[in-house]
């Protein structure tokens, strides 16, 4: 059913470019794509293109690629005109909604690929998300800017880059502060007493049976609950920080290392013991092996865990420096692209802190089940 309506969808594409050339571009006096040159070859070339992606099914995604670029291309143009931005009317919108369903039918076909080779299906798989996340991103700023809505409400994408940009050296000291000494110091922390302590509540039962239901009531603990009173033990600096981010750290991997403990079968447990094995040999050779995957899965968990508990630490009180504190003092003074600049700092902060923990998943428990063709 999809592949019998991609083409219909190509067609309507094509047909709201050519649509849109009749259609005023602004509700104040401008000039249409008639009457700029350059504007009107690239929306009748985008128009051509989403025709021929609509005739030729196998080179689709390439045809749908080369007309969304156009079509995105034109738009942006447009708002550099101030009697647009602002006010943009039927004929600029009707191109956006052309370019966003040329694009959605690209990504569509592009994701019912299935490439042969190794390195051209990790080439796919990393082109669907880095395209989409684009397109979302033109989106934002063609609404923002044509709709005319108000900086201190949602800046558009492109002042956010500008700000960044401009604010390299804070962003730098924030995200020294926040991520390197709060985030990294208290997760290394949190983790590693919770793993500790589910490896002795797992050699001793009574300790189990007494520390889940306190990991319970801690990790039930609202972070902003914990972070005036670890500010009040530990001062303002990062080590308040990094003790609220190793509470939140701790519960995620005692219960998931618990569980991973619990994984080996009692007939793994008979040859173990079959073979006179030690306590400690059977905890490294047999519980955790088979635990990995779950400590993983908690390493994975805390890895965001550790980024939110940090920032909202820092709102409680902080030194001059850190993505919380830096949010808190420019929203107050209504500087929304700064506060912009340090969400995309702490988002692509976590993005990469989990896509390291996901890239030493695979490198230590590449034998399970779930990594195999």
Wanted: one cysteine or more; a positive charge; glycine letters at 8%.
């Amino acid at each position: 059913m999809t592949k019998r309506w991609l083409p219909i969808g190509f067609y309507l594409a094509a047909l709201s470019c050519l649509l849109a050339l009749a259609l005023p571009l602004s509700s104040e006096a401008v000039p249409g794509l008639t009457s700029r040159p350059g504007l009107l070859a690239a929306t009748l070339a985008a128009a051509l293109t989403f025709a021929l992606a609509s005739l030729a099914a196998a080179f689709a995604p390439v045809f749908g690629i080369i007309a969304t670029v156009l079509g995105c291309s034109v738009t942006i143009i447009l708002l550099r005109d101030p009697a647009i931005a602002g006010s943009a009317d039927w004929g600029f919108w009707l191109l956006t909604l052309a370019t966003w369903l040329g694009a959605a039918l690209t990504l569509m076909r592009l994701a019912a690929l299935q490439p042969p080779d190794r390195t051209l299906r990790w080439l796919h798989g990393l082109a669907i998300p880095v395209l989409f996340g684009a397109f979302v991103i033109y989106l934002w700023e063609v609404a923002v800017r044509g709709f005319g809505v108000s900086p201190v409400l949602m800046p558009a994408p492109s002042a956010t880059g500008r700000r960044i940009v401009e604010s390299l050296p804070v962003l730098g000291e924030d995200f020294v502060q926040t991520f390197i000494r709060s985030v990294l110091v208290g997760y290394v922390i949190g983790c590693a007493a919770g793993f500790l302590t589910a490896v002795v509540a797992h050699r001793f039962d009574f300790l189990k049976r007494g520390l889940l239901p306190f990991g319970n009531f801690v990790s039930a603990l609202p972070v902003v609950g914990i972070a005036p009173i670890m500010v009040m033990w530990f001062g303002f600096d990062w080590p308040s920080k990094a003790a609220v981010v190793a509470v939140m750290c701790f519960f995620p991997m005692l219960v998931n290392t618990l569980a991973g403990l619990a994984v080996a079968g009692p007939t793994e447990r008979d040859l173990m013991r079959s073979y006179a094995a030690a306590p400690s040999q059977t905890l490294t050779k047999l519980y955790l092996p088979a635990a990995m995957p779950f400590i993983f899965n908690a390493l994975k968990i805390n890895s965001t865990l550790a980024l939110i508990g940090a920032i909202v630490a820092e709102f409680f009180g902080t030194p001059l420096h850190g993505i919380g504190f830096r949010i808190s003092i420019e929203v107050a003074r209504m500087s929304l692209d700064m506060v912009w600049a340090e969400i995309a700092l702490a988002a692509v902060a976590g993005m990469a802190f989990y896509g390291v923990v996901a890239l030493a998943e695979r490198a230590t428990t590449f034998w399970h089940p779930s990594y195999r063709n």
